[in-house]
């Protein structure tokens, strides 16, 4: 190919998000730079299934002093340290139109995926994941029926890089009384294409995606992994839904089976990258509830946001440009999307013969 034809695997270039309207740039470049790679051992080492002091751990006392049940499958309940409470009083401020804001009410639940203090979601068998997604429905059904709800949002934090408190694993869920602002650029643009197309905007993305396969990771009857085109982090992954609905409320009993296999897919494939357990913010995007639409234009998805870079320990650093200008990459989508591909569906661990 010759030098001054424009090539996306060669030349510095940006990539629209078209679920933000937002844009990366892209160095491919750059990671033709040498680079004499770490190479880490793999982290073996088992977590004891049941810790004294864990907040979250069966039969163990929380931070406020709630004492939790002898559970044995997931449980949810609300965050004692809420960072949005049901009870705010309503309230606006604006001086001047310079300084502005207004009361936010809200609920955030906590959500412990397993009684198991040692297992994350991709040592989980599958039958108990499907528990966690039958457990994040009737969270969302019932969050859902509180009227000043307007957005809920489902997450998890994992890793003590992500900022998680406990490897326990868990996730939040913190329901607000606002669309939050990735929600509101989201609905945007999915909009504006419903509304010029006639069909939603990730169905159409996914049919390109699933044409062009390079930057698939792994896909089931009802859900694909991929790299999307705009990956901002290394290894950045949405699941998307083949067929198009709003929220997770109106999956079939054979759609939350399929979310439960390739949320373990992804996640073990993540694990086994750098024989670690894979840091990540994940969480799913999906419709507004109680605002009067039905926002047919919304497909849901997930996002997962992993800040490792090159091994267990070397992450990548949104600080400069990225900053102050946009976000950079250098390694490209399509590189990182082969890399996990080209991962086993067998966890390292169980590879290694660690006892579960
Ligand atoms: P993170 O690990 O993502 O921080 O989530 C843990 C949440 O659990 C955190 O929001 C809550 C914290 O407030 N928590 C309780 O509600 N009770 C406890 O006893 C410990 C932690
Ligand atoms: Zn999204």
Redesign the pocket.
């Known amino acids: 190919m010759s030098e001054n034809t424009f090539d996306l695997t060669a030349h510095p270039h940006t990539r629209l998000n078209i679920l933000t309207g937002e844009w990366v740039l892209v160095s491919p470049h750059r990671s033709k730079r040498p680079w004499q790679g770490k190479v880490e051992a793999p982290a073996l080492a088992q977590r004891p299934a049941y810790v004294e002091d864990c907040?979250?751990c069966p039969g163990n006392t929380?931070?406020?002093g709630t004492k939790n049940t002898q559970y044995d499958g997931p449980i949810a309940f609300t965050?004692?340290?809420s960072a949005l409470l049901a009870d705010t009083p309503k309230g606006e401020v604006d001086e001047d139109e310079l300084l502005i804001a207004r009361s936010q009410k809200g609920i955030?639940r906590?959500i412990c995926f397993s009684p198991r203090h040692d297992l994350t979601l991709p040592e989980m068998e599958l039958p108990d994941i499907r528990k966690v997604v039958d457990l994040w429905h009737t969270e969302l059904e019932s969050l859902a029926a509180v009227p000043f709800i307007k957005y809920i949002q489902i997450f998890e934090?994992k890793g003590e890089i992500m900022?998680?408190?406990?490897p326990h694993p868990?996730g939040?869920i913190w329901a607000s009384e606002d669309v939050p602002m990735e929600l509101e650029k989201e609905t945007r643009q999915q909009r504006k294409y419903f509304q010029q197309h006639g069909r939603s905007l990730l169905t159409a993305y996914l049919e390109k995606e699933l044409k062009q396969e390079d930057r698939i990771i792994a896909e089931n009857e009802h859900f694909v992994a991929l790299v999307p085109f705009w990956a901002v982090w290394p290894y950045e992954a949405m699941i998307i839904s083949r067929r198009h609905v709003q929220s997770l409320l109106q999956f079939t009993p054979a759609e939350r089976d399929g979310l439960a296999a390739i949320l373990k897919d992804l996640t073990t494939r993540y694990d086994n990258l750098f024989e670690t357990s894979f840091p990540y913010s994940a969480g799913m995007h999906q419709m507004p509830f109680n605002d009067g639409d039905s926002h047919l234009e919304w497909h849901w998805h997930m996002h997962f946001y992993p800040p490792l870079l090159r091994s267990a320990t070397v992450k990548k650093f949104m600080v400069g440009y990225e900053m102050l200008a946009h976000p950079q990459r250098d390694i490209t989508p399509e590189f990182a999307a082969a890399r996990l591909r080209e991962q086993p569906v067998v966890h390292y661990k169980k590879q290694a013969g660690v006892p579960a």
């Open positions: 907040y979250l929380r931070a406020d965050n004692d340290f955030c906590v934090n900022g998680c408190s406990n868990h939040q």
